[in-house]
């Protein structure tokens, strides 16, 4: 892949820039531009790797940057499958949607079910006063 942007790429890349700028409180937004930004390579002008340009140009370490990739994307994968539509509308069946990635990190590691006694317990019990 070629070190220089097309026009297009810078284009493209500017304005995902404007909106991380813009919405660095929004993990969905900023993940889903860093997303396109990473396979794109449109971070190739100024970085030899993606992870340099997050850290270089966000401040953004290497974990926290995969937090809020693999979080924009189970996010998406949670609003698809919480949309019901019927005859007249389409509308959410939740109002409630995470608004930080660390709400979604678990769901957007891998599981595997020699962790489910864990965490199903952790998750049941409920802390007693006094105890």
């Known amino acids: ?3 220089h942007l097309t026009t297009n790429e810078r284009m493209e890349l500017e304005t995902l820039e ?11 937004a900023v993940g889903n531009a860093l997303l396109r930004i990473r396979d794109h390579g449109l971070y190739r002008e100024g970085f030899k790797t993606f ?3 997050c850290k270089g140009r966000w401040g953004l370490s290497r974990s926290y940057a995969n937090y809020l990739l693999s979080g924009s994307k189970v996010a998406a994968n949670i609003s698809q499958m919480l949309i019901v539509t019927t005859a007249e ?17 678990l769901l957007s590691s891998p599981f595997t079910f020699d962790r489910l006694p864990s965490l199903s317990s952790g998750l049941l019990r409920s802390p007693r006063r006094g105890e």
């Open 18 to 28: 404007g909106i991380i700028a813009e919405e660095m409180g929004s993990f969905m």
């Open 51 to 53: 992870e340099e340009y």
């Open 89 to 105: 509308d389409t509308m959410p069946t939740c109002e409630i949607q995470p608004i930080h990635e660390y709400q979604i990190r």
């Open 1 to 3: 892949m070629e070190d």
